[in-house]
């Protein structure tokens, strides 16, 4: 509202004009967060003031958020990890680092080559805009097999056999050979 607008900014009529305050004006509303454009006009009035219009344009409020080309994991599991929400207003920099988030999850599940990016659906009749998070799973990179060199004094198997990463038994029975980064991490 313009209220909202209108308590966020110490330009008040009847105050001397300042330049600085109005620089801090623009940038307070710039990173309140609902605008997506701000803009201040300054005219000389003949009665001697001046008259300042804040020009504001908002986001778009998300009205939705889809993904597509998910399997491994469900669209309700995605929405629990990322920060957007319907009913927010729009955020470019959230929607990045949800993007982040997602590649994340499937990297840890083993889909290295995994790909996440967003689109933005504005609806600009209603002022809000749908998101879809698009994604290329790729495939699960497998370990074949795992070789220690080097081992001099103790027995390669017993590392083997200390490590949470395998490589990939006969059809995955016993293991599946998931390449997960957090395992092997530990492992080293």
Request: aromatic share 8%.
């Amino acid at each position: 509202s313009s209220d909202a607008v209108l308590n966020r900014i110490k330009t008040k009529p009847g105050q001397p004009y300042s330049q600085e305050t109005l620089n801090a004006d623009l940038k307070r509303l710039y990173d309140w967060g609902p605008l997506a454009t701000v803009s201040v006009d300054v005219k000389d009035l003949e009665t001697g003031g001046f008259l300042v219009v804040f020009r504001v344009e908002e986001k778009p409020t998300v009205s939705k958020i889809l993904f597509e080309g998910n399997r491994e994991f469900s669209s309700e599991k995605l929405l629990e990890e990322i920060a957007s929400s319907a009913g927010e207003p729009l955020s470019e920099p959230t929607l990045r680092d949800d993007s982040a988030k997602i590649f994340e999850l499937y990297e840890k599940d083993g889909y290295l080559q995994a790909q996440v990016d967003y689109q933005i659906k504005p609806h600009p009749e209603s002022g809000e805009a749908t998101v879809i998070f698009v994604i290329a799973e790729g495939h699960e990179a497998r370990i074949k097999k795992i070789t220690i060199v080097g081992a001099k004094e103790l027995d390669p198997d017993d590392l083997l056999g200390q490590m949470e990463t395998h490589a990939r038994s006969l059809f995955g029975i016993l293991h599946t050979g998931i390449f997960r980064r957090d395992e092997f991490a530990a492992d080293l």
